[in-house]
């Protein structure tokens, strides 16, 4: 009954046509597409020592950058299990809100090919500072909030292109952009127009920049300070 309510919930927020959520099971094998961690995760039977091994593998991969947001998983994951959503495997992660609550973030496959529709994200992804990159193609291709895709670092093909968008609040206030939209991308998304951004001519996770189409950008901000930040807010 929690698997049938689990998956209720989760299928409202499923948009595809005659795309339904399936959870993988322990003993059904998961093909080559994925990480062999994720196989390991499978063949685990408690929930704990799933949440054990996803958790060392965010430290050893992020456990300075993102040490809030690892604290709080210590604390309130739940378990983590595989799900399936048309061909594409994710994990699930099962996280306890303050308000004893619980909260579904996927983590994206970092094997899976996803620059569909973002040819100028794919030109820029070597200038990537090495650490969001390293999160990107060794733990999740992005971490969210299931049912808003937001709250967390996008995906790939949810990462937003700032030239792509018309910023009224430049014109609006008269301001100069201190920098280039045509290289910069938000990374995290609250979910309410406002992303952390990084411009990836010049890429320093020391000069990320608070966007927003209603307020005036906030410029040289420690880029995982914000996201560490703002993700454990989302879990609250």
């Known amino acids: 009954m929690v698997n049938e ?3 209720n919930f989760l299928n409202k927020y499923i948009f595809i046509k005659d795309t339904q959520v399936e959870l993988i099971k322990s003993n059904e094998i998961i093909d080559e597409s994925v990480p062999q961690l994720w196989n390991q995760i499978l063949s685990m039977n408690n929930p704990s020592d799933r949440v054990s091994r996803i958790i060392q593998t965010w430290k050893d991969t992020i456990g300075e950058e993102l040490r809030n947001t690892i ?3 210590e604390k309130f994951l739940e378990d983590v299990e595989v799900m399936k959503i048309g061909s594409r495997y994710y994990m ?3 996280i306890k809100s303050s308000a004893n609550k619980v909260l579904y973030y996927v983590g994206g496959n970092p094997l899976e090919e996803s620059f569909n529709n973002q040819e100028g994200l ?14 990107y193609e060794n733990l999740h291709d992005g971490f969210y909030y299931f049912p808003s895709r937001s709250m967390g670092i996008d995906s790939i093909e949810n ?3 700032l030239d792509d968008y018309e910023w009224s609040i430049i014109e609006d206030e008269g301001l100069t952009p201190e920098i280039d939209l045509s ?6 998304s609250n979910g309410m127009g406002m992303y952390v951004v990084l411009d990836l001519t010049t890429p320093s996770i020391n000069k990320a920049v608070l966007w927003s189409a209603k307020k005036a950008p906030r410029y040289n901000l420690d880029f995982w300070a914000v996201v560490d930040e703002w993700t454990v807010i989302g879990f609250e």
Do not use: A, C, M
């Open 5 to 7: 309510d689990k998956l």
């Open 159 to 161: 990462i937003t292109y």
């Open 122 to 135: 794919k030109r820029d992804w070597r200038n990537l500072p090495s650490k969001l990159r390293e999160f």
């Open 183 to 188: 290289r910069s991308y938000g990374f995290f």
């Open 71 to 73: 604290l709080y998983l």
């Open 92 to 94: 699930l992660y099962s």
